[in-house]
């Protein structure tokens, strides 16, 4: 019993994880004890220099263009603890790390050139359809590089489980190549039926390629399983793997889900190649999620949004030829059902491309608003967007889960609920179980589907993918899924908030001002 107890002991402490969080103490106890040393009465100057030094830094953050939130999260380390709060700014706020990353991306990006134009004509045409509408479609042209679409057929999968027989279905199919990347890759029956077709595919000659994040994959995946790939011929590179370093670029994760396959075809959305997100395996009750499915022209923007990360993690050139144009194995001419227009979201530049799209969904719905999303943490221009919507008359409505993933989170969304409903909000809890949906919809015309949560690391921290469509038939199929959803789940009112317990209520308060970091 001894040696077992001892056994699973020496297990724990030699697990990646628990390595990693001794790491990261060890590293904080070090800037903390420096502190500690430099503040006694025998290094005043150093402390008065100290102090100096961390209210020109709070000077400076407070004049950044970063997230209010980030700042004051920042400034109150700082101002509490000057050298701990200094140090960790530095090499985590404010990374060397993260700078290169970024470069590495413009200069691909240069060489890369305009492979992504849009067609005048699809401009004019949504022109016509309605101004306003277009204009949403142009920000994502010009502040994303995000061409809209036509010649492209969607189709919205309401679960997981038939986005995947959708999937495989696709994946069997294809004859020349096949680009995977996904943040969460775990063993199990969905990752093993997934694989045995990339081996075979491998052996009938086509070129697949697969990216998945490197730090949440520590916890699913053997240490450098790329190189289990790579032995069955398939390319395989990890995204940011995890250091135990404390550095900025650690926070910046490759949260996209993006398959490209000969060109033509492409899933995105939410779901991994994990079994839980296709009810394979009961985690947190049904766990509802959801997908897209194209096929036409707009999947040129995921090929091109997946060979630039691949190239970046490899340092291979970025190869954009004719070679993966949607034309290129497909020789007719692509069906059109609405516009199209599939974007990414990164965090090495000023501009947060997700929450401005929800944004402009928000502010220019004029009927409806349906919002599926896991994490409801809001800042301030979002929760601002929502309320007045739903004071203008607008039927917004949000659905969040009703068993969490992670509690903490949880306890943090309800947090906004009262706010929300004094403003006219309506809020649904998911009752089957937990839902990983992050989908927008709005008055029959405008949907959004794609990785982007409502909270702080989605919209400032992650790489991100979705796809914008308008007037799709899958935008319809959106707004059915909300509204089956509504009937089976449980409506929240004001008394749900007022009646909780001071502790709750006092938890929460403190969850609401590190709702950055969580």
């Keep these: 019993m001894i040696f077992g107890t001892f056994k699973k002991f020496l297990k724990f402490i030699s697990n990646r994880i628990t390595l990693t969080v001794i790491a990261l103490f060890i590293q904080f106890m070090f800037y903390f004890l420096i502190y500690w040393y430099l503040t006694s009465r025998r290094y005043l100057l150093a402390n008065v220099i100290m102090w100096i030094v961390a209210v020109v830094t709070v000077l400076w953050l407070t004049n950044s263009r970063i997230n209010p939130g980030y700042k004051l999260i920042w400034t109150s380390l700082i101002l509490a603890l000057p050298l701990v709060g200094i140090v960790m700014y530095f090499s985590a706020g404010k990374s060397r790390v993260a700078k290169l990353f970024q470069k590495e991306m413009k200069k691909i990006e240069t060489e890369m050139g305009d492979v992504l134009e849009e067609d ?281 889960p009703g068993i969490p993933d992670k509690k903490m989170v949880f306890l943090l969304s309800q947090s906004y609920y009262e706010q929300l409903l004094e403003a006219g909000v309506r809020i649904y809890q998911y009752t089957p179980g937990f839902i990983h949906s992050k989908s927008f919809v709005s008055d029959d015309e405008v949907a959004v589907v794609g990785s982007i949560n409502l909270d702080y690391r989605s919209l400032y921290l992650h790489f991100e993918c979705g796809c914008w469509m308008y007037k799709t038939a899958s935008v319809m199929q959106v707004t059915q899924d909300a509204l089956n959803t509504f009937e089976i789940s449980r409506e929240i009112d004001l008394d749900f908030c007022r009646n909780r317990n001071i502790a709750v209520r006092g938890f929460q308060a403190i969850l609401r001002l590190i709702a950055p970091t969580l």
Aim: hydrophobic share 35%; proline share 5%.
């Design 120 to 400: 005048p004509e699809v401009r004019k045409h949504m022109d016509q359809e309605d101004l306003g509408i277009s204009n949403q479609s142009r920000y994502l042209e010009r502040m994303a590089k995000a061409p809209a679409y036509e010649h492209t057929v969607t189709e919205y999968f309401s679960v997981g489980e038939d986005w995947f027989a959708k999937y495989v279905e696709e994946l069997k199919k294809a004859k020349h190549y096949i680009f995977l990347e996904f943040f969460i890759i775990s063993p199990g029956y969905m990752w093993n039926t997934v694989l045995e077709i990339l081996k075979e595919k491998v052996k009938e000659g086509v070129d697949v390629r697969i990216i998945y994040d490197g730090m949440i994959c520590v916890t699913t995946l053997p240490p450098k399983y790329y190189k289990v790939l790579q032995s069955y011929g398939i390319k395989c590179a990890a995204f940011n793997p995890f250091r135990p370093v404390l550095n900025i670029i650690q926070n910046n994760r490759d949260h996209r889900k993006i398959t490209v396959i000969d060109g033509h075809t492409a899933f995105t959305g939410v779901i991994n190649l994990s079994d839980e997100y296709i009810n394979q395996w009961e985690r947190f009750g049904h766990w509802k999620d959801s997908g897209i499915y194209l096929h036409g022209e707009a999947v040129w923007s995921f090929t091109v949004m997946f060979l630039k990360m691949w190239s970046v993690i490899t340092g291979l050139p970025c190869d954009i030829s004719s070679l993966y144009h949607p034309n290129q194995y497909y020789l007719e001419t692509f069906p059109s059902d609405g516009f199209v227009q599939p974007y990414g979201d990164s965090p090495l530049d000023d501009e947060t491309v997700g929450e401005n799209v929800y944004r402009n969904i928000i502010s220019n719905a004029k009927k409806y608003v349906y919002i599926f999303t896991p994490y409801l943490v809001l800042d301030n221009e979002i929760m601002t967007e929502l309320c007045t919507a739903s004071r203008k008359g607008v039927d917004v409505r949000i659905v969040t």
